[in-house]
């Protein structure tokens, strides 16, 4: 049965730091719906209403570019083993760029991650747990290490180059802000981590 609730609780907490892997989707009105699997050790729960996650280079930045739109935001994740579940978490998010104040201090509580590119902070408006008895269940062998190769392979002046290549517009041709003006802001650009 499903249950509804304005915050994450504690075992709902533990079971999102548990999960190898999530799925984030976010759209505008009028662009197309994007949904993304996300790995590696990527998110931090801040509070029972606020998360963070940390996004990766990759061949798209559409949720940067849906969030500067619509802040609307959802993540699912699901029990492969052990007991069935889905959780869904429902929120406002923002995307945080290298340039920005609070990027040093929320980049802090991860890991380095060569490629990083931004920090989405969710605001948490609703969590939804249903029982994922038709998940199938999987083995978790371990995380890839093939992008942080890539990234490292990059360096930072080759992953700018990259951003500003094939990271500054989503499919449909928003502006990502993932360089600085990109959104009319006019910042400035710092190095990557």
């Not at 998010?93 to 890991?111: C, E, N």
């Not at 890839?144 to 500003?164: F, M, N, P, S, V």
Request: with cysteine.
């Amino acid at each position: 049965m499903a249950t509804s609730s304005p915050t994450l609780n504690p075992a709902q907490t533990a079971f999102v730091a548990a999960q190898p892997l999530y799925f984030v989707a976010t759209a505008t009105a009028d662009s197309r719906i994007n949904l993304s699997p996300k790995g590696m050790d990527s998110l931090r729960v801040l509070a029972p209403d606020r998360l963070i996650w940390l996004n990766a280079t990759g061949s798209g930045n559409e949720s940067a570019a849906h969030v500067a739109v619509d802040p609307r935001m959802t993540l699912m994740f699901c029990a492969f083993d052990g007991d069935p579940k889905i959780l869904r978490i429902y929120g406002r998010a923002r995307a945080v760029h290298q340039r920005d104040a609070d990027w040093p201090t929320l980049y802090g509580l991860f890991p380095p991650l060569p490629g990083a590119r931004q920090i989405f902070d969710l605001a948490i408006e609703q969590v939804q747990t249903s029982c994922g008895f038709a998940v199938p269940l999987y083995d978790f062998r371990g995380p890839r290490d093939k992008l942080r190769d890539w990234a490292i392979g990059k360096g930072d002046d080759g992953l700018r180059e990259y951003w500003t290549q094939r990271n500054t517009t989503s499919i449909d041709g928003l502006p990502t802000g993932i360089v600085a003006g990109n959104l009319g802001d006019g910042s400035p650009e710092t190095a990557s981590p």
